[in-house]
């Protein structure tokens, strides 16, 4: 079965500064990727998402992720953050075929500094 | 495009009573809906997808007679909690899957349900 890790249950980072938050994803023949944010008390808005294609996928907000398939890694990244990034991010993977359920990743914080 | 709605967005209920969540795809079909769980500071846990005009399929765990879901239309589906009791206070947060996108979901805003 599928499984998403996110390592990183929590990165404090200061404001303007590079972010990267990690996920990688147990094998499959093929794969669907995502990033969520979700705002306190809100639900979760898609930040990006890899279905094919270049590996390099430019999401909103500044966000990018990269695919790699060797090291069964989604990490997402923005060079440089604001206070207003501060919130929980969720990677999650489609499970393939037929049913589209997510697996989601235990979740990040992000907390910016200012 | 892709919005998803959820009404109510807060609901405060007696134990023993019943409550039920809808949710709405508001600009695109959705022939597959999924509900989901969310305890404070977790991740979200799958309770059931919702398939137009057929029954819900129901994850690991999750009793079917206590969360009812109905999802009689192409943009609405509602859940239920039936006979909510104080464990079942929590944040459910429905989705919607657009048909193409490699079944992208989009989500609602999240129920808050608290039980006293």
């Known amino acids: 079965a599928q499984s998403v890790t996110q390592l990183d249950s929590q990165v404090p980072v200061f404001e303007e500064a590079p972010v990267e938050l990690r996920c990688n994803y147990s094998s499959s023949v093929s794969v669907y990727l995502f990033w969520y944010v979700q705002y306190p008390n809100q639900g979760l808005q898609l930040l990006l998402k890899?279905?094919?294609?270049?590996?390099l996928v430019k999401g909103i907000n500044g966000f990018e992720a990269e695919f790699n398939k060797s090291q069964t890694s989604f990490h997402l990244r923005k060079p440089s953050v604001h206070i207003s990034d501060t919130a929980e991010y969720f990677c999650?993977?489609?499970?393939?075929?037929?049913?589209?359920?997510?697996?989601f990743g235990t979740g990040t914080r992000l907390k910016v500094l200012a | 495009g892709a919005v998803v709605s959820q009404h109510p967005s807060w609901v405060i209920c007696k134990s023993g009573t019943s409550v039920k969540i809808e949710c709405r795809s508001l600009?695109?079909?959705?022939?597959?809906m999924f509900w989901y769980r969310q305890f404070p500071k977790q991740s979200l846990m799958l309770m059931a997808t919702?398939?137009?005009?057929?029954?819900?399929?129901?994850e690991q765990g999750v009793e079917k007679d206590k969360f009812l879901i109905n999802h009689a239309s192409l943009t609405l589906s509602t859940l239920t909690v039936t006979s909510a009791h104080p464990e079942d206070s929590s944040f459910y947060i429905c989705s919607a899957k657009s048909a193409g996108g490699g079944g992208t979901q989009y989500f609602g805003p999240g129920t808050r349900l608290t039980v006293l």
């Open positions: 600009d695109f079909q959705a022939t597959t």
């Open positions: 919702s398939n137009e005009g057929s029954k819900a399929t129901y």
């Open positions: 890899y279905l094919s294609g270049s590996t």
């Open positions: 999650a993977v489609s499970d393939l075929p037929g049913t589209y359920k997510y697996i």
